[in-house]
């Protein structure tokens, strides 16, 4: 069949759904983020994921207009939006490479942000909530079957990763640590989804919502393992600390994850791969040392404005070591990637996002409203696995990793929304 009736038949279908359900529509968008590789060129290159989410902009501004809604839109964030929209656009100014910057800004700044504020507006209870989790988790169990069957040889792995000791499954994606990147914030949510319990949503052990968390969490954990994403795993272990404090479990939870460290010390496999990471003697730990040196002395010679987007493929050359031969589109460290990407304003801004985050979450973990609590320190503790997660890898320069990272302080910030309209309620 020709492609591009697979792309008008997709498009037509996804529209009358939009249409009918927009709700529906954004959470099978959550559940597709990994359709962002199936590409195509019409007039500009462009995605699946990027159709999607242009569809559900398009239907919820033409329908807000229709139902005379503009004044009841939500604009959260406003300034930090804009001022990171601002950092991209100075960043494709800077950039050598015009073209690419600009494919990279429409999808790692623009396109997320608006379909977070179509989220923020459209995804407003606990019902909505729930759809996004279920699609994000769902899309996890795929992954880690993926996973798995790679593994067991049922389907093809992406490169020769399956023949490196030990092998190492690509899933759904084009590199195994894309999997670790896409799963371990959603891992993060469901572990607090499980753990996080209140007396309104106290249930036993096997409830269904129970089993599918588990479920969630089990193919996840698979699917981080089989794929060998270490830093993803150190990032899911930082978030089940932080989810943790807030678990009627937290002294068991504590203990577990204690043996298990110690576990990993003493069992001499584990121990061996710990110690030649710490020195530095394992071969992904010397090729990412070596690049940040050569990042930092890009920085260095550029710190404002860094190399623009779509800059460092283009410029590490003249600052990379001698022996680094290995290409690299990001330096692999998520704040190194958005100085020398974005520039000093596109760090400082991120930066204060992340604050403007866990303040939002603490607000809604503390209010009244406890039903709300799980999401919340949930949507945290994704943000806790993406921080520590990025000390090793870049988890949100990435097509659809960016889309969840907006998605995700979408829900929180409608949580922050909900209790608001809620007390307004109650004052009135």
């Given at each position: 069949m020709n492609p591009w009736l697979h792309l008008g038949a997709f498009i037509i279908l996804y529209l009358w759904l939009a249409w009918r359900r927009l709700d529906i529509a954004i959470a099978l968008l959550l559940f597709l983020l990994p359709a962002y590789q199936f590409r195509f060129t019409l007039f500009i290159p462009s995605t699946y994921l990027e159709v999607m989410i242009v569809i559900c902009l398009a239907v919820w501004a033409v329908q807000i207009t229709v139902r005379h809604?503009?004044?009841?839109?939500?604009?959260?964030?406003?300034?930090?939006?804009?001022?990171?929209?601002?950092a991209g656009a100075v960043a494709v100014a800077?950039?050598?490479?015009?073209?690419?910057?600009?494919?990279?800004?429409?999808?790692?700044?623009?396109?997320?942000?608006?379909?977070?504020?179509?989220?923020?507006?459209?995804?407003?209870?606990?019902?909505?909530?729930?759809?996004?989790?279920?699609?994000?988790?769902?899309?996890?169990?795929?992954?880690?079957?993926?996973?798995?069957?790679?593994?067991?040889?049922?389907?093809?792995?992406?490169?020769?990763?399956?023949?490196?000791?030990?092998?190492?499954?690509?899933?759904?994606?084009?590199?195994?640590?894309?999997?670790?990147?896409?799963?371990?914030?959603?891992?993060?949510?469901?572990?607090?989804?499980?753990?996080?319990?209140?007396?309104s949503v106290g249930r036993g052990m096997w409830h269904s919502g129970n089993v599918m968390y588990i479920g969630v969490i089990g193919f996840g954990i698979m699917a981080l393992m089989l794929s060998v994403s270490r830093g993803a795993l150190i990032g899911v272990g930082a978030a089940l600390v932080f989810v943790s404090f807030f678990s009627r479990w937290r002294k068991?939870?504590?203990?577990?994850?204690?043996?298990?460290?110690?576990?990993?010390?003493?069992?001499?496999?584990?121990?061996?791969?710990?110690?030649?990471?710490?020195?530095?003697?394992?071969?992904?730990?010397?090729?990412?040392?070596?690049?940040?040196?050569?990042?930092?002395?890009?920085?260095?010679?550029?710190?404002?404005?860094?190399?623009?987007?779509?800059?460092?493929?283009?410029?590490?050359?003249?600052?990379?070591?001698?022996?680094?031969?290995?290409?690299?589109?990001?330096?692999?460290?998520?704040?190194?990637?958005?100085?020398?990407?974005?520039?000093?304003?596109?760090?400082?801004?991120?930066?204060?996002?992340?604050?403007?985050?866990?303040?939002?979450?603490?607000?809604?973990?503390?209010?009244?409203?406890?039903?709300?609590?799980?999401?919340?320190?949930?949507?945290?503790a994704a943000l806790v696995a993406i921080i520590t997660h990025g000390f090793f890898d870049t988890p949100y320069f990435k097509n659809d990793l960016a889309v969840m990272f907006w998605a995700l302080a979408a829900v929180l910030i409608a949580m922050r929304l909900s209790i608001g309209d809620e007390e307004k309620k109650l004052t009135d």
């Open positions: 809604q503009w004044r009841e839109t939500r604009w959260p964030w406003r300034w930090l939006i804009c001022a990171f929209a601002v800077v950039s050598p490479n015009i073209r690419n910057a600009l494919g990279l800004y429409k999808a790692y700044v623009i396109e997320p942000v608006l379909f977070f504020i179509v989220v923020v507006n459209v995804m407003k209870t606990p019902a909505h909530w729930k759809k996004i989790f279920f699609a994000l988790g769902s899309s996890v169990v795929i992954i880690g079957l993926a996973a798995l069957f790679q593994q067991a040889d049922i389907l093809p792995g992406a490169g020769s990763y399956l023949l490196e000791h030990p092998p190492r499954s690509t899933s759904l994606f084009e590199f195994p640590t894309a999997v670790g990147k896409y799963v371990a914030p959603i891992l993060a949510v469901f572990l607090s989804l499980l753990l996080v319990k209140t007396k068991w939870l504590l203990i577990g994850i204690a043996s298990i460290a110690v576990l990993c010390l003493v069992i001499p496999v584990t121990r061996h791969e710990l110690v030649s990471i710490v020195n530095i003697q394992d071969t992904s730990a010397d090729v990412h040392v070596v690049m940040w040196k050569g990042t930092l002395r890009m920085i260095a010679d550029r710190p404002i404005f860094g190399a623009g987007l779509a800059g460092f493929p283009e410029l590490y050359e003249q600052y990379k070591e001698a022996s680094h031969v290995e290409f690299f589109p990001n330096p692999d460290h998520l704040f190194l990637t958005l100085w020398v990407e974005m520039g000093l304003l596109g760090l400082a801004v991120f930066l204060w996002i992340i604050v403007k985050w866990l303040r939002t979450g603490a607000f809604v973990v503390k209010s009244q409203f406890v039903e709300y609590r799980p999401y919340a320190v949930g949507v945290m």
